[in-house]
């Protein structure tokens, strides 16, 4: 995320274990959507509701919650590298990557959670080639 976006650095306190800490919460989330990939709606919608209401009070804006899905998608694309026999791998990421940032993005908008526009989107895509950009 800091890379996609590297003006969010400014947005973690200075106080040299911020970003530490919030790459702890980052794993246990993604250990969590793991856990709950059957279940998203109750088991893990309600958690993105509560993480994104808790960062309404900070200048976090969408592409913020954009480069977070996107930081996501190409650390997992970089683990399971390129080739056919991932595609389906990949385009799970997409749409796990995109629930999670629409989630927590609406959240700390105060918007109400009733649509993911980026999983809606993806739906609508062929089979062709999912690449990260």
Same mark, same amino acid.
């Given at each position: 995320?800091?890379?996609? +976006?590297?003006?969010?650095? /400014?947005?973690?306190?200075?106080? #040299?274990?911020?970003?530490?800490? *919030?790459? /702890?919460?980052? @794993? ?5 959507? @793991? ?11 309600? &958690?993105?509701?509560?993480?994104? /209401? =808790? *960062?309404? #009070? ?5 592409? *913020?919650?954009?480069?977070? =899905?996107? %930081?996501?998608?190409?650390?997992? $694309?970089?683990?399971? %590298?390129? #080739?056919?026999? *991932? ?5 799970? &990421? ?10 927590? %993005?609406?959240? $700390?908008? =105060? $918007?109400?959670? +009733? ?9 609508? @895509? $062929?089979? #062709? ?5």
């Amino acid at each position: 995320m800091l890379e996609k +976006c590297p003006e969010t650095k /400014k947005l973690f306190n200075d106080d #040299g274990g911020s970003i530490d800490r *919030h790459t /702890k919460y980052f @794993v246990d989330l993604i250990q969590s959507a @793991v856990e709950n990939i059957n279940d998203m709606e109750t088991g893990l919608r309600p &958690w993105l509701e509560m993480l994104g /209401k =808790g *960062h309404a #009070g900070f200048a976090i804006r969408t592409k *913020h919650w954009d480069a977070f =899905g996107e %930081g996501l998608l190409t650390t997992i $694309s970089q683990w399971i %590298g390129p #080739g056919k026999l *991932h595609r389906e791998t990949i385009r799970s &990421w997409t749409l796990l990557s995109s629930f999670i940032a629409d989630q927590l %993005g609406s959240a $700390s908008r =105060g $918007s109400p959670i +009733c649509s993911t526009p980026r999983i809606q989107l993806l739906t609508l @895509v $062929s089979d #062709g080639p999912l690449t990260p950009t």
